[in-house]
């Protein structure tokens, strides 16, 4: 087929679109299709049925059923401002960092499942900012760069957790309790696993962050002391 010719075929097939119907619309049915059924749940012929299109159509604005989860992960990463006031202190901005990357990334605690997957725009703006802080921290720029890639790894890694606590259906959430507190519902519980399953099996997010943040925020202090002038190095330490 000729360039001409298959430019007609595309106009005419794209006159028989569903009027409004373009890949931002398709991205947004996609993202809430996967906020309530999971990645597992997603298909594109649900997809379709939800939209009142074929698959083909489907196809025609995102190209594949691959690169249209990409486009959700990018959504939902882009929409994230994770920038933060370089006039704060290093150790504030990084707990303002974490907050508001756990809050963002659980908006769409599904979405999660796809990110291992999914490069994107977002995760460089991340990236230089994590690096900013730890920078400002008065590490070098290798450490910097080090601390920055684990409050990376610690964030996405944390928000996969809590993400599972939160959807799986062994867990249910504990009314009255100090905040976002989950539990291994009761009857999953054997008896013969005594007090310590019960206590292990409870999930108090908010107070599980903070610990995270003060480890996080502890370590790089531990950072700083070890390379100030003067100080012994740990294998000369008595």
Known sequence: MSDRRAAAARRLAASHLPVGLDADAVVTAALALIDADGVAGFTIRR??????????????????KAALLDQVVERVLSNMMLDTDP???????????????????????????????ATSRAVTQWSAEALAIMRQAGLTDEDAATFAKVLLLQVLGYARAEAAVRTARSMEPVAGGSGLTYRVRPELLRPELGPDAVLMGTYDLDVQLRIMIELLVAGVEAAIDRARPGRPSPDRAG
């Not at 083909?56 to 995102?62: K, L, M, R």
């Not at 290093?90 to 499942?113: K, N, S």
């Open 47 to 64: 997809l379709g049925e939800q939209l009142g299109v074929s698959a083909p159509t489907i196809y025609w604005h995102v190209g594949s």
């Open 87 to 117: 006039d704060q202190t290093w150790d504030r901005r990084l707990r303002l960092f974490i907050t508001a990357a756990r809050e963002q990334l659980l908006a769409h605690p599904h979405v999660l499942d796809l990110l291992p997957a």
